[in-house]
T-cell receptor, first 113, second 113 residues
Framework: NAGVTQTPKFRILKIGQSMTLQCAQD?????MYWYRQDPGMGLKLIYY???????DKGEVPNGYNVSRSTTEDFPLRLELAAPSQTSVYFC????????????FGQGTRLTVV | DAKTTQPTSMDCAEGRAANLPCNHS???????VYWYRQIHSQGPQYIIH???NNETNEMASLIITEDRKSSTLILPHATLRDTAVYYC??????????????FGTGTLLAVQP
């Protein structure tokens, strides 16, 4: 099993550009999450999903969009990149909503200039 | 939502036990305590979780006080590779029984040779 796979690993965007961060998991997990981590800080939840077709906002959703058309994939969309979105983005998944562990990808390091 | 309080940093000598404390005084009866760690620049890694009983696995032990208002993560024989930020998390439940993992700032454990 590959676990949680994020692509790309690194990306530089110009202000105003858009991009999609990809996240895929092969563990048949219902729950998926997107976090961002600014330098020296903890992780902040952006969006999460409890299953295909269902998404909800986390702590810091502004400037981002998500979709969940399949169980395996949970892409994160940045429509108008801003310098404040420079961060490391982590995707995670878990089987259920309690009593189980979450598995994290290795992150996407995004710089907006 | 229950919040957690952890020391910002701790040191531990290699080969000795590392005891990482966490306060969660507002925890409710059906909320689990989770521990994750993040080694520099990597995605967080699950360590252990518990509800009310003490738990042990191959990585660590989790001691939860009887009133559940605090817990301690124990790494029995710390190695240099255990140097990381350790996050204590109380699993948050919202109206739809959706549990979100909300991270704080964690404890930076530095294992010294």
């Amino acid at each position: 099993n590959a676990g949680v796979t994020q692509t790309p690993k690194f990306r530089i965007l110009k202000i105003g550009q858009s991009m999609t961060l990809q996240c895929a998991q092969d563990m048949n997990h219902n729950y998926m999450y997107w976090y961002r981590q600014d330098p020296g800080m903890g992780l902040k939840l952006i969006y999460y999903s409890v299953g295909a077709g269902i998404t909800d906002k986390g702590e810091v959703p502004n400037g981002y969009n998500v979709s969940r058309s399949t169980t395996e994939d949970f892409p994160l969309r940045l429509e108008l990149a801003a310098p404040s979105q420079t961060s490391v983005y982590f995707c995670a998944s878990s089987y259920s909503d309690r009593g189980t562990e979450a598995f994290f990808g290795q992150g996407t390091r995004l710089t907006v200039v | 939502d229950a919040k957690t309080t952890q020391p910002t940093s701790m040191d531990c000598a290699e080969g000795r036990a590392a005891n990482l404390p966490c306060n969660h005084s507002t925890i409710s009866g059906n909320e689990y305590v989770y521990w994750y760690r993040q080694i520099h620049s990597q995605g967080p890694q699950y360590i252990i979780h518990g509800l009310k009983n003490n738990e042990t696995n191959e990585m660590a032990s989790l001691i939860i006080t009887e009133d559940r208002k605090s817990s301690t993560l124990i790494l029995p024989h710390a190695t240099l590779r255990d140097t990381a930020v350790y996050y204590c998390i109380v699993r948050v439940a919202t109206g739809g029984a959706t549990n979100k993992l909300i991270f704080g700032t964690g404890t930076l454990l530095a294992v010294q040779p």
